[in-house]
């Protein structure tokens, strides 16, 4: 094609260009253009068009480096559509340079960026939109107005069904997605068949994809019908048209379509692949040979999951991030501690033979250890690049999903900067992958829990990516009966996370999923979800029968080939790697295993084997720590007290609230002044803050407190403008975390537990709105925080503030169950407390930041005694001193000949203490044991020793006699006395409810307890 050349045109307005090419038409119709008029041409445009051509794709010549041709205008429905082409030179243009160029063209058709009001301008036409031009009044032509033309209803019609086609692609693709490895057949929909909606071939070829909106390649409808057929009904499918935001949604579908995501694999790429699914492959038949009949959930059917990981990996440490943490249940764990984190062959094995004293074992000293298959680890992992990223493996039980939690709670911690005044969350420095099964995902409400978390400001990770470990299949139970929804994924369409669903035994797909999941996080920090649907080779472990319940499914298992002898056969046909490669890879890889596995039990011979040790308690493994200094300086207390009352000029406090808050500043008062639970508590808090201790507190209703007794928050009284003086102290050298909390206790107090566990020098608080509500939390409590040092070496600083008291309030606000925490205390694992004092509580929280040894702390706060006048400190309890487990009798001087001696601990220490009896009854002392665990048995002791004339114990408690601290307190006290001191209890009568439900039984009950406590 050789056309005149309009020279420079990049430097003209619309009037110049038109001049130009008027000028150029007028010679070629005299005939005196000349060959310096067809010199020089970059771009050549050609107008097919107006001879009836749709579209075109003209030839390049020598010297061309693009063609744009323009169709004719059609109408199709309500619209005109023209289509534009460009022809290029790929060595000078490329492919997405000139998708670019056509879309300006588009826009710019389109009217955008002002156009043809700029058009208009520079012809000085009216009719066009153009204001006021700056021309002045020079004399305007006007476009005459070509009557539309109006579409006939069946072309409306063929094109509202095709877009409602398309739709069905978007929406219901899923359902046609070859998605079964063992090869069923999908149930499909209806909606994916153009017949009936009355679409011909002929009548799809003259519907232009364009003003379908669609993004797959193709220039009419039957161009793209095959291409949305591959996009959505192929082995990767999508659900993402439930997502509220429409960014999101039209960003998902651009990808999608256009196969952003699905770039080929280069050979080379190809080979690693191949060669990662060996090694997966490879140890798993190793470990099924070498140890047959031992459990260790294979990932076989599943094999994909480690490249899926280290696509995954890739991209993070790619993105920026230094660490990933990962969560999962049993299945392929050791594959993933192996290939993943890096974890040697020899330690994996070593878990097998049994062999205690084996260098790298995964039990912690002085542990009793896990089974392989809940052990967590730490690696580093080398991407491709180069770059180190940080593997974190979290240990977890064998309670399905409720790692989930604990991940994110880690994650949080890796992402936050806390060295500074302000702490500073960056969601890219750290990503949390969770790996769930199938029947788990829909069926355990942690996962809903821990989905409701991700987008609030407290607990925000940045996006989560989530992959079903789909084996189609629970223990035993079929889908049908584990859930009521097609997917096990569909929970996580309520928390609008795209939902990928992809073939275990299509790599590439897989890796694929992977790839978009992470473009999708980087982009809107969401968390995204991809349903790996694979199957499980063996039983639910490998000493299981599973043809006993699914038989047809384990035949079709039997005759399906693993995932990388599939890909190894792709990979032959292609020409990629030979089959005889593939398997002397494969070959080779058993052989290195059985080589490590020969050199292991030879060493465990030579040492011989340490099997059947009584294993050394976790208490005696660690020496003895000196104990932290609590006190604080008068003055620092007095300055921190006065800005913890200063909020901006122009803020409003709340007058009631003002009027509470001012009885804090003269409470400092040197020899008088009354200080309140919650204020002792906020002095603790900001001493800490000053030292450079990092907090975080968080819980139900925390901002406030349950009880309107903290008030870490101030709302404006005119505008609700928030303001917490605590995160402003001027002279803090360390961050205050503080957020309420959503109304969960599962989630919420595991992912406190991951924090802690993760950022050990923090002070981690979670607080219940109730004790008692620790019972939806109990297994974090049971698996994470009580036994997690003695499974897994892992300990904390984490906090649990739980309200607890009898005040008549019934049978769900007065117990936190102090009996199930002193039941599980053991090896010095936790910490429990019941303080009576706000100065106690003041030292006790310094001590538990500053504290050398790491334990949990469960510490059971007061109610009634937050504002009770006589359960205040003075300023010289807080300047002096420290925590004290075990508190004497105020009148211990006048009471040194009592002959009963009353132990009890928290608030019904005051139903005594103020009860007209205590005057009378001369012959009682009563002691206060404020820390319960670890049993405080040398305090107890120096007590008792004060009281020479004792003959009898009484523990006296609030709770029934089958619950609170008695069954723990007597047989300890009993050891400390000599058999001429009966110990005994006082308590409600051992009941299964733990309160009363009426006001008038409670205080029957109080006054029961209080006088049988003095009774002669």
């Known amino acids: 094609m050789v056309v005149p050349v309009i020279k420079?045109?990049?430097?003209?307005?619309?009037?110049?260009?038109?001049?130009?090419?008027?000028?150029?038409?007028?010679?070629?119709?005299?005939?005196?253009?000349?060959?310096?008029?067809?010199?020089?041409?970059?771009?050549?445009?050609?107008?097919?068009?107006?001879?009836?051509?749709?579209?075109?794709?003209?030839?390049?010549?020598?010297?061309?480096?693009?063609?744009?041709?323009?169709?004719?205008?059609?109408?199709?429905?309500?619209?005109?559509?023209?289509?534009?082409?460009?022809?290029?030179?790929?060595?000078?243009?490329?492919?997405?340079?000139?998708?670019?160029?056509?879309?300006?063209?588009?826009?710019?058709?389109?009217?955008?960026d002002r156009f043809y009001e700029q058009v208009a301008e520079t012809l000085a036409i009216t009719g066009l939109g153009a204001r006021d031009s700056g021309l002045g009044p020079a004399p305007a032509r006007a476009l005459p107005s070509p009557e539309p033309r109006t579409p006939s209803p069946d072309e409306?019609?063929?094109?509202?069904?095709?877009?409602?086609?398309?739709?069905?692609?978007?929406?219901?693709?899923?359902?046609?997605?070859?998605?079964?490895?063992?090869?069923?057949?999908?149930?499909?929909?209806?909606?994916?068949?153009?017949?009936?909606?009355?679409?011909?071939?002929?009548?799809?070829?003259?519907?232009?994809?364009?003003?379908?909106?669609?993004?797959?390649?193709?220039?009419?409808?039957?161009?793209?019908?095959?291409?949305?057929?591959?996009t959505y009904c192929g082995t990767?499918?999508?659900?993402?048209?439930?997502?509220?935001?429409?960014?999101?949604?039209?960003?998902?579908?651009?990808?999608?379509?256009?196969?952003?995501?699905?770039?080929?694999?280069a050979p080379e790429q190809q080979r690693k692949l191949l060669g990662r699914?060996?090694?997966?492959?490879?140890?798993?038949?190793?470990?099924?040979?070498?140890?047959?009949?031992?459990?260790?959930?294979?990932?076989?059917?599943?094999?994909?999951?480690?490249?899926?990981?280290?696509?995954?990996?890739?991209?993070?440490?790619?993105?920026?991030?230094?660490?990933?943490?990962?969560?999962?249940?049993?299945?392929?764990?050791?594959?993933?501690?192996?290939?993943?984190?890096?974890?040697?062959?020899?330690?994996?094995?070593?878990?097998?033979e049994g062999g205690r004293n084996v260098e790298e074992t995964l039990t912690p000293e002085g542990g009793t250890g896990d089974v392989k298959y809940h052990h967590g680890a730490d690696g580093v992992y080398q991407t491709a690049a180069g770059k180190p990223v940080n593997i974190t493996l979290t240990p977890n039980p064998s309670h399905l999903e409720a790692v989930n939690p604990v991940v994110e709670g880690r994650a949080r911690a890796n992402q936050t900067n806390r060295r500074g005044?302000?702490?500073?969350h960056d969601g890219t420095v750290a990503l949390p992958v969770l790996i769930h099964g199938d029947a788990s995902f829909a069926a355990q409400g942690v996962v809903a829990e821990t989905f409701?978390?991700?987008?609030?400001?407290?607990?925000?990770?940045?996006?989560?990516?989530?992959?079903i470990a789909n084996n189609q299949l629970g223990f035993t139970t079929d889908p049908k009966e584990g859930r009521s929804t097609d997917y096990s994924s569909d929970l996580a369409k309520g928390f609008d996370a795209p939902i990928i669903h992809v073939n275990a035994d299509d790599p590439e797909a897989c890796v694929a999923a992977a790839r978009l999941a992470m473009l999708y996080r980087d982009k809107f920090h969401g968390d995204v979800v991809i349903d790996v649907v694979g199957y499980r080779r063996h039983g639910h472990n490998e000493g299981d029968e599973p043809a006993y319940t699914q038989p047809v499914m384990y035949e079709r298992i039997k005759q399906t080939p693993p995932v990388r002898q599939r890909y190894a056969d792709q990979l032959a046909r292609d020409g990629v790697v030979p089959a005889a490669d593939a398997t002397s890879e494969s070959e080779q890889m058993y052989q290195r295993l059985a080589d490590i596995q020969q050199s292991l039990k030879a060493n465990l011979r030579e040492g011989g084997g340490g099997k059947g040790e009584e294993p050394q308690r976790i208490s005696g493994a660690y020496p003895a720590v000196t104990e932290p200094d609590t006190a604080v300086g008068a003055p620092l207390l007095t300055t921190l007290n006065e800005q913890l009352l200063t909020v901006p000029g122009g803020f409003s406090v709340i007058p009631k609230l003002m009027k509470q808050l001012e009885r804090r500043r003269p409470a400092l008062a040197e020899?008088?002044?009354?200080?309140?639970?919650?204020?002792?508590?906020?002095?603790?808090?900001?001493?800490?803050?000053?030292?450079?201790?990092?907090?975080?507190?968080?819980?139900?209703?925390?901002?406030?407190?349950?009880?309107?007794?903290?008030?870490?928050?101030?709302?404006?009284?005119?505008?609700?403008?928030?303001?917490?003086?605590?995160?402003?102290?001027?002279?803090?050298?360390?961050?205050?975390?503080?957020?309420?909390?959503?109304?969960?206790?599962?989630?919420?107090?595991?992912?406190?537990?991951?924090y802690a566990a993760a950022a050990p020098e923090t002070l981690v608080l979670w607080e219940a709105q109730y004790g008692d509500f620790t019972n939806g939390g109990e297994v974090i409590i049971d698996q994470f925080i009580i036994a997690g040092l003695a499974k897994w070496g892992q300990t904390s600083r984490l906090t649990l503030l739980l309200p607890h008291g009898y005040e008549g309030q019934g049978p769900e606000h007065s117990s936190a169950r102090i009996e199930r925490f002193l039941a599980l205390g053991?090896?010095?694992?936790?910490?429990?407390?019941?303080?009576?004092?706000?100065?106690?509580?003041?030292?006790?929280?310094?001590?538990?930041?500053?504290?050398?040894?790491?334990r949990p702390l469960v510490l059971f706060t007061p109610k009634s005694l937050l504002r009770l006048p006589q359960a205040t400190s003075r300023l010289e309890d807080l300047t002096a001193g420290r925590f004290r487990p075990v508190l004497d009798d105020p009148e211990g001087g006048t009471r040194a000949t009592a002959t009963r001696l009353v132990l009890c601990s928290g608030k019904v220490y005051y139903d005594l203490l103020l009860s007209p009896q205590r005057a009378r009854a001369t012959h009682v002392a009563i002691g206060r044991v404020e820390l319960l665990y670890p049993f405080p048995a040398a305090e107890l002791a120096e007590l008792i020793k004060r009281y020479p004339a004792i003959t009898e114990i009484v523990w006296v408690q609030e709770e029934p006699r089958n619950m609170g601290p008695q069954k723990f307190m007597l047989p300890q006290l009993r050891e400390l006395v000599g058999p001429g001191v009966t110990v005994r209890d006082i308590g409600r009568p051992e009941r299964s409810s733990p309160a009363e439900g009426y006001p008038a039984a409670h205080q029957a009950e109080q006054a029961r307890i209080v006088a049988e406590a003095f009774a002669s």
């Open 671 to 754: 020899g008088g002044g009354q200080i309140e639970w919650a204020h002792a508590e906020a002095l603790a808090f900001a001493s800490l803050l000053a030292e450079g201790t990092a907090i975080r507190l968080t819980g139900q209703d925390t901002e406030r407190g349950t009880f309107s007794q903290r008030h870490l928050v101030l709302h404006d009284a005119k505008d609700g403008r928030r303001y917490a003086p605590i995160q402003n102290l001027p002279g803090a050298r360390a961050p205050f975390e503080l957020h309420n909390s959503p109304l969960s206790e599962f989630a919420c107090l595991g992912f406190e537990y991951g």
């Open 452 to 467: 409701n978390l991700a987008r609030l400001k407290g607990y925000t990770t940045g996006g989560t990516i989530h992959l």
């Open 8 to 112: 420079h045109a990049e430097g003209m307005d619309f009037a110049t260009f038109h001049t130009t090419y008027e000028t150029l038409v007028e010679k070629a119709r005299g005939n005196k253009l000349l060959p310096d008029d067809f010199a020089g041409a970059t771009i050549t445009l050609t107008n097919p068009g107006t001879i009836g051509t749709v579209a075109s794709v003209p030839r390049l010549l020598k010297g061309q480096g693009s063609i744009i041709a323009t169709g004719a205008i059609r109408q199709i429905g309500p619209a005109k559509i023209m289509t534009i082409t460009s022809t290029y030179d790929h060595r000078i243009i490329q492919g997405a340079e000139s998708g670019l160029f056509l879309r300006k063209l588009d826009s710019l058709l389109q009217g955008e």
């Open 277 to 352: 699914l060996t090694a997966v492959e490879t140890l798993e038949r190793f470990l099924h040979k070498a140890y047959l009949g031992q459990k260790r959930f294979s990932i076989e059917g599943l094999d994909v999951l480690v490249p899926m990981l280290d696509q995954t990996i890739e991209l993070a440490g790619a993105g920026g991030a230094r660490r990933v943490v990962l969560g999962m249940a049993h299945r392929g764990r050791l594959n993933v501690l192996a290939h993943i984190v890096g974890l040697p062959y020899e330690t994996i094995f070593a878990e097998f």
């Open 236 to 265: 990767i499918a999508y659900e993402v048209e439930h997502i509220g935001s429409h960014q999101e949604r039209l960003w998902l579908r651009q990808v999608i379509e256009s196969g952003e995501h699905r770039k080929p694999l």
């Open 826 to 854: 053991a090896d010095r694992n936790i910490r429990i407390a019941n303080c009576t004092t706000p100065s106690q509580y003041f030292h006790l929280l310094r001590r538990q930041a500053r504290h050398p040894e790491l």
């Open 421 to 424: 005044k302000e702490p500073i």
């Open 156 to 230: 409306l019609k063929h094109v509202a069904a095709a877009m409602a086609l398309v739709k069905a692609f978007r929406n219901f693709g899923h359902m046609a997605a070859r998605l079964d490895p063992l090869g069923s057949e999908p149930p499909g929909d209806p909606a994916l068949d153009p017949g009936p909606l009355g679409l011909t071939p002929e009548i799809m070829a003259r519907i232009p994809a364009e003003v379908l909106r669609i993004y797959v390649p193709g220039r009419t409808l039957a161009e793209a019908y095959p291409k949305l057929q591959e």
